[in-house]
Each structure stands twice: as C-alpha cells, then as structure tokens.
C-alpha cells in the first residue's frame, strides 16, 4: 500500500497542485481545506505525513502543528509547513513547533516530492516499498532484507516484526500489541512466542552487528532505536 499524505490547505488552486505533485509521486493524497476538516480526518486515518498551510482560516498551520505534537497518535507524524513568506520560516525555527520541514510559496514541485520522500525516508516510512534505516533494507515486494547489500536470512515472522518496529522507530510495543499486528487477532499465540521471534530476530542480525537495534523496553516490550 502506498503511503498516505494529508495535505492542509484553504486555496483550492494550491491544494490541487499539491494534490497532483503529491499523487504523482505514487502517494495517496488526503485532503483537507481547514485545520479542524484535518483533525476530522485524522480521527478516521493516520497518515504517513502531513503538508500544512501557515495560513489556513480558523485555527492556523503552526496551531494544527502544535497539537498534533501534543497527542501521542500524532506525535511522530512528520510535517512539512508551507508559509507564504520568507521571514515565517524564522518564526518557525523559534517556535520550536516540531515541524520536520518547511518550504515558502510558490514551492518548487519537484522540490516538495524530493522532500516528503527524504522525510518519508527519515521516519521509517516505505519509500517505493523499500524500508530502509540503519543501513538495514526492507524490501516489501521480494520480502528480502539486506545490510550493505549482503542478505540476511530471516523467517517470514521475523520479517513482519521488524517491519513494523523499522516503520515505527523509537515506538515501544508491547506483547500483545505485537502480537496483534505481527501475528494478527484471529490467531491464538501465547504473548512468550514473541520474545522467541525477537531472539531469532536479533540472531541474524547479530553478524551484522545491528542486533542492538532491536532493544527491550523494560516492562513494556520491544523497540526499533535507531542510534541517531
Ligand atoms: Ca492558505
């Protein structure tokens, strides 16, 4: 499944252009004309990052920002702003609004794609069906995990595992909630087979030296933690 962005913007010249860079860069696009038409959205649908408008009516771009940084659904949605001015951007490295990017009008479409896919890349999300952090390279067509281009033999649960923990770095899951995604609901595992996977996990990428990726978080689960 291709990866989903919200796009927030009032203008519906600007919106379309967005919406059209957006999708042909393989991307499906979300739309909202309002910050509060978002969050609307965001209820239903989780997406894999967010454009945002500075100017929007009602609540604005850098106060949509700065909620979704407050709720832990949120919290790691990366943003890129739009602002309309130069001197906006200033404003928005001082606010510490925890916007990953931003870029002024007129964008450069071309320029905006390069970003969301760097940015994509970045939080772990599937860029052309690759995953790829740590130098560990998930490929979700052929199922096949590389470090430096050397194969790493990994069963099919494992590879579901660390997909999950690679497309949510730094997230801790717990047992079941791993068990859930992992193994899916209707199946009945008892919550010790994950830690068996884990361990064979991090067997095989023990000779990679990146087994200490894969951390415990004491009396929650497991992690993905990148060293960065
Ligand atoms: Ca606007």
Redesign the pocket.
């Known amino acids: 499944m291709a990866p989903s962005i919200l796009i927030v913007?009032?203008?519906p010249d600007?919106r379309d252009l967005l919406k059209f860079t957006i999708t042909r860069g393989g991307y499906d696009v979300l739309e909202a004309e309002s910050a509060e038409h978002a969050l609307q959205i965001l209820d239903l649908k989780l997406p894999e990052l967010a454009i945002i408008?500075?100017?929007?009516p009602g609540i604005s771009?850098v106060d949509l920002a700065n909620k979704l940084r407050r709720e832990e659904l949120t919290r790691q949605l990366p943003i890129i702003m739009?602002t309309?001015r130069s001197e906006e951007i200033d404003k928005l490295k001082s606010f510490e609004s925890g916007v990953d990017d931003y870029m002024t009008k007129p964008f450069s479409p071309r320029e905006l794609l390069a970003r969301t896919k760097a940015l994509l890349r970045r939080s772990g999300a599937p860029v052309d069906n690759i995953v790829e952090l740590e130098g560990i390279c998930l490929d979700l067509q052929s199922h096949e995990v590389t470090v430096g281009g050397a194969k790493v033999h990994i069963g099919p649960t494992e590879f579901r595992l660390l997909e999950l923990l690679m497309r949510h770095p730094n997230r801790a899951f717990d047992r079941s909630q791993l068990l859930d995604r992992v193994w899916g609901r209707s199946v009945y595992v008892e919550e010790r087979t994950v830690d068996v996977h884990v361990l064979r996990l991090r067997k095989a990428l023990q000779p990679h030296g990146l087994d200490r990726l894969i951390q415990t978080v004491r009396g929650i689960g497991y992690r993905f933690s990148p060293s960065t």
């Open positions: 913007e009032d203008e600007i408008d500075w100017m929007l771009g739009l309309a």
